[in-house]
């Protein structure tokens, strides 16, 4: 549903309110009859002046209770009507706003690593909030502060014109010409408002970041630095939200001018029509309460469009950002998964990222169900990019890929993803508590399983020592553990993940040499009848693998077991050899 999501802001809006139609309807029909009653008590107390205005008598008597019930009749139906819209907006409006917020979320959750790459993860959820919370007060501005006054202006008009259709009529046209220029006028500074909105979610991703990143602040003493970075970005966000409330402000006072004209009119015109004997008494004294009505509805429509233009340069601002079409997106054939054994197949793949040079050139690979394969070479060779190509971050340029024979570009990617569990070489822990973060992947898991795990990971030492052990609290991206902590978690997270794939991007990196060689020990078992494709630049994590793939310059260069490529003395034992130098396996030209 979320990739159908219009980009600009009233069909964005026009979608929540068909969704939930009859409550909108319902709550327009409350305002609408409330407007009505209100505007109508001034016409009973024309009715009610009328009445006392004549001689006294019995049948005049009669007559003003009439009029008195009636006027209170519409005052208590007035009254009812504006509680009960309350409520339905209240409703309705809240609903939506809850809506809008998931199916943004779902759409921002779907978009590629290479967007959130290029964006702030702070500006991206400020952007969210702000949508609902924009859609949510100009619902509010709308429901309350546009519809009203301006059902109360027209009602008015209805009722001049029982005094006099001319007048009605040469009012309405001055009304219809003022809302036209001023919407000329507003639409001619709505950049201004986007701009501003800009600013704002820049500043919300800047402080994110900061915030997030204090370690690194404090570490460099870059506190003052930061701090006179983020006056700097708060200076320019003041600087564009004052340009576009004044922007806003000579509406008003243009609109002020005008309506102060138009009301002075009305009562002049009403004064010469009792002169020349064609309006009575009451109907001088409805003309000069429309005239205020108008007046007083004309001030707050201006006041409520205002912030009508502000927020929907926001929410147009955030939707442009935000509702993006995915860069990866499923077939409109594609199906779930199959679950098999996990055989991959690489057919003749070939890669390069927006058109440059070649990353990978015609690679054929195939990796039959439960083999060990480790993926090796220089920096620049390749590995991550065929791995991210497993994950289906791309698709290949040239050939392709098959997962138990079904080409990845024909399954749906959540179903692609529950076929393969993932420890990534950047460990990402959510700040929750190390059962829900080792659990993550089979969230219905038993209790003694995940302690099972974590014994095979060596992670029940650190839960041991820990206060409130498998409910402790890890922190923001698992900061309240050591980096080696955090990856045997996340083995044990992937471990727990029934899928037939398992792909291991430099997964022991932060453990010592001892505690690597305690969990590959322990690997053995939790990885039997798996595949398992790893990246590695340590050599020595692979060394009880099936086969080594050698990768360089987007080629494979060597393919066989760790024995038998030291035995050919290629590009394997030439890694091999720079590693136990204490050398990186880098290309000589950068090093």
């Known amino acids: 549903m979320s990739a159908e999501l219009p980009r600009t802001p009233f069909p964005f809006l026009m979608t929540y309110v068909r969704r939930h139609s009859w409550r909108y309807g319902i709550l327009m029909t409350a305002i609408t009859l409330a407007v009505l009653c209100s505007v109508s008590t001034?016409?009973?107390?024309?009715?009610?002046?009328?009445?006392?205005?004549?001689?006294?008598?019995?049948?005049?008597?009669?007559q003003a209770w009439q009029a008195l019930f009636i006027l209170a009749g519409l005052i208590?139906?007035?009254?009812?009507?504006?509680?009960?819209?309350?409520?339905?907006?209240?409703?309705?409006?809240?609903?939506?706003?809850?809506?809008?917020?998931?199916?943004?979320?779902?759409?921002?959750?779907?978009?590629?690593?290479?967007?959130?790459?290029?964006?702030?993860?702070?500006?991206?959820?400020?952007?969210?909030?702000?949508?609902?919370i924009s859609a949510q007060t100009i619902g509010n501005t709308v429901a309350w502060n546009v519809v009203p006054p301006a059902m109360s202006a027209f009602t008015a008009l209805l009722f001049i014109s029982l005094v006099d259709g001319w007048l009605a009529l040469v009012l309405f046209a001055c009304a219809l010409a003022i809302a036209v220029v001023l919407h000329l006028l507003a639409r001619k500074k709505s950049h201004l408002h986007e701009?501003?909105?800009?600013?704002?979610?820049?500043?919300?991703?800047?402080?994110?970041?900061?915030?997030?990143?204090?370690?690194?602040?404090?570490?460099?003493?870059?506190?003052?630095?930061?701090?006179?970075?983020?006056?700097?970005?708060?200076?320019?966000?003041?600087?564009?939200?004052?340009?576009?409330?004044?922007?806003?402000?000579?509406?008003?006072?243009?609109?002020?001018?005008?309506?102060v004209v138009l009301t002075i009119g009305v009562m002049i015109a009403g004064i010469r029509l009792w002169h020349a004997g064609r309006a009575t008494t009451g109907d001088?004294?409805?003309?000069?309460?429309?005239?205020?009505?108008?007046?007083?509805?004309t001030r707050d429509l201006a006041i409520a469009l205002v912030e009508v233009a502000q927020q929907r340069a926001r929410l147009a601002e955030a939707l442009k950002v935000i509702l993006v079409p995915h860069a990866m997106t499923d077939a409109a054939h594609a199906r779930p998964a199959r679950r098999g054994c996990g055989e991959i197949r690489i057919e003749d793949v070939s890669f390069s990222y927006d058109g440059r040079r070649p990353v990978l050139r015609h690679i054929n690979l195939v990796i039959p169900p439960g083999q060990k394969v480790g993926l090796v070479?220089?920096?620049?060779?390749?590995?991550?990019?065929?791995?991210?190509?497993?994950?289906?971050?791309?698709?290949?340029?040239?050939?392709?890929?098959?997962?138990?024979?079904?080409?990845?570009?024909?399954?749906?990617?959540?179903?692609?993803?529950?076929?393969?569990?993932?420890?990534?070489?950047?460990?990402?822990?959510?700040?929750?508590?190390?059962?829900?973060?080792?659990?993550?992947?089979?969230?219905?898991?038993?209790?003694?399983?995940?302690?099972?795990?974590?014994?095979?990971?060596?992670c029940e030492e650190v839960v041991e020592a820990l206060p409130a052990r498998y409910d402790t609290m890890v922190g923001n991206r698992g900061v309240k553990l050591s980096g080696g902590q955090r990856q045997r978690i996340a083995?044990?997270?992937a471990l727990l993940t029934p899928t037939p794939i398992l792909l291991l991007d430099e997964a022991t990196s932060a453990l010592d040499s001892e505690n690597e060689h305690a969990i590959a020990e322990a690997l053995k078992e939790a990885l039997h009848r798996r595949t398992v494709v790893a990246?590695?630049?340590?050599?020595?994590?692979l060394q009880n693998f099936?086969?080594?793939?050698?990768?360089?310059?987007?080629?494979?260069?060597?393919d066989g077991s760790p024995a038998e490529l030291v035995r050919r003395q290629g590009p394997y034992l030439a890694l091999l050899r720079q590693q136990r130098a204490g050398l990186s396996p880098v290309r000589p030209e950068a090093a």
């Not at 809008?100 to 290479?114: G, M, T, Y």
């Not at 959130?116 to 991206?124: I, K, N, S």
């Not at 569990?421 to 089979?442: C, W």
Request: charged share 20%; glycine share 8%.
């Open 491 to 493: 083995i044990a997270r």
């Open 546 to 558: 099936d086969r080594i793939i050698v990768l360089d310059e987007g080629r494979i260069v060597e």
């Open 284 to 297: 001088v004294a409805l003309l000069a309460t429309l005239s205020l009505t108008i007046l007083n509805a």
């Open 76 to 132: 208590v139906a007035d009254i009812i009507l504006w509680r009960g819209g309350g409520y339905l907006a209240a409703g309705s409006l809240t609903l939506s706003a809850g809506c809008i917020r998931n199916d943004l979320f779902a759409h921002l959750s779907q978009h590629s690593p290479a967007y959130f790459a290029d964006r702030l993860p702070g500006a991206l959820s400020a952007r969210i909030s702000s949508s609902a």
């Open 42 to 62: 001034q016409y009973g107390l024309k009715y009610l002046i009328d009445v006392v205005a004549t001689p006294a008598s019995d049948e005049a008597l009669r």
């Open 377 to 458: 070479g220089r920096s620049g060779s390749g590995k991550s990019t065929l791995f991210a190509l497993l994950q289906r971050v791309h698709d290949p340029g040239a050939g392709r890929i098959l997962l138990d024979g079904q080409d990845l570009r024909h399954v749906t990617q959540e179903s692609l993803a529950t076929a393969m569990a993932v420890v990534p070489q950047d460990t990402s822990l959510f700040n929750r508590t190390i059962r829900e973060n080792m659990s993550y992947g089979t969230p219905d898991l038993a209790f003694e399983e995940l302690v099972a795990a974590a014994a095979k990971t060596r």
């Open 535 to 541: 990246v590695a630049h340590r050599l020595s994590t």
């Open 195 to 259: 701009t501003h909105a800009g600013h704002v979610a820049a500043l919300d991703g800047e402080i994110v970041d900061i915030v997030g990143n204090i370690g690194v602040v404090r570490s460099f003493g870059a506190g003052r630095r930061e701090r006179g970075r983020i006056a700097e970005l708060s200076r320019v966000e003041v600087q564009a939200h004052r340009r576009s409330l004044y922007s806003m402000e000579h509406l008003r006072f243009l609109h002020a001018g005008l309506t």
